[in-house]
């Protein structure tokens, strides 16, 4: 039985590595599909919002004279009260319209990276702080008169992958153990004849001993001197040549190939 819970073990083993990597493996794509996705969610919104700003800055006039854009930019953040905050910003990235601890002040270095890069084209990128998410406001010349800037916590995301990564990790725990039942069952059906044999010759082999402690305590007790008990011992060793031959025809029977036919 020795044999058998050592390969159970071990398939045990795989079988749980290869759970774990899977629900890994399956964290990190959904955190990539979650995060496209609010993404894009947030550009819709920012291409909403930006939409009588852009009105503004076709005509020619600054993105700082809308003067009702405290009341369209919190309108906006009232569609999702996750939201952090909404901005405006010019094409310097200094903040024009937003909270009042922000205005004047530049958009953070992050955003101003990811702006730059993306070349005037709509971008969102996963910070520490959470996410942001923005999109620029043409001029008639094709130029950028600046742009809408939204915050998003991180918080919602991580709480979805959380709530993910616990329902597939009971359905893996389910399976896991599902697996090493059947497979236990599979290898105890599977392996009965071997381990049969195996434990024949355990048996064998502990009874030989069993036996020349007993018989060379017994000779030398009967017969003083080394005669009595090199005759003992050699009755032992033929007794047990006999059971050890008739264990390893067993074992034949049991892995006919094992010996590729021949037998001890």
């Known amino acids: 039985m020795a044999l058998f819970w050592r390969i159970w073990l071990a398939v045990c083993a795989v079988n749980l590595v290869v759970l774990a990597l899977f629900v890994f493996l399956a964290a990190l794509q959904f955190d990539s599909v979650n995060t496209g996705l609010l993404g894009e969610r947030l550009r819709v919104l920012a291409s909403r919002t ?14 700082s004279t809308v003067r009702n854009a405290d009341a369209l930019l ?21 903040i024009v319209h937003g909270p009042d601890d922000l205005v004047a002040k530049p958009i953070p270095p992050e955003a101003l990276s990811a702006r730059l ?17 923005s999109i620029d406001i043409p001029l008639n010349d094709g130029t950028s008169a600046g ?17 993910m990564v616990a329902e597939i990790g ?16 599979l290898l105890r059906l599977g392996t ?23 018989s060379a305590t017994d000779g030398q007790a009967a017969q003083p001197g080394a005669g009595g ?11 047990s040549e006999a059971r050890y031959r008739s264990s390893g025809r067993a074992l034949d029977a049991a892995l006919p190939n094992a010996h590729g036919g021949e037998r001890p």
């Open 117 to 133: 890069n993306a070349a005037g084209a709509p971008w969102h990128i996963a910070v520490e702080k959470g996410f942001f998410s």
């Open 147 to 163: 742009g809408i800037l939204i915050t998003y916590p991180a918080h919602s995301n991580v709480t979805q992958i959380r709530a």
């Open 50 to 63: 930006a939409a009588p700003f852009e009105a503004t800055a076709r005509i020619g006039l600054p993105l």
């Open 74 to 94: 919190e309108r906006a953040k009232q569609t999702d009260g996750d939201i952090l905050d909404i901005i405006v910003f010019d094409q310097k990235g200094v």
């Open 170 to 185: 009971l359905t893996s725990m389910a399976i896991f153990l599902l697996a090493a039942a059947l497979s236990g069952l």
């Open 192 to 214: 009965r004849r071997q381990i049969a044999a195996f434990e024949a010759v355990d048996d064998a082999i502990a009874g030989f001993e069993r036996g020349a402690w007993r």
């Open 229 to 239: 008990v090199e005759n003992g011992l050699r009755t032992l060793l033929d007794s």
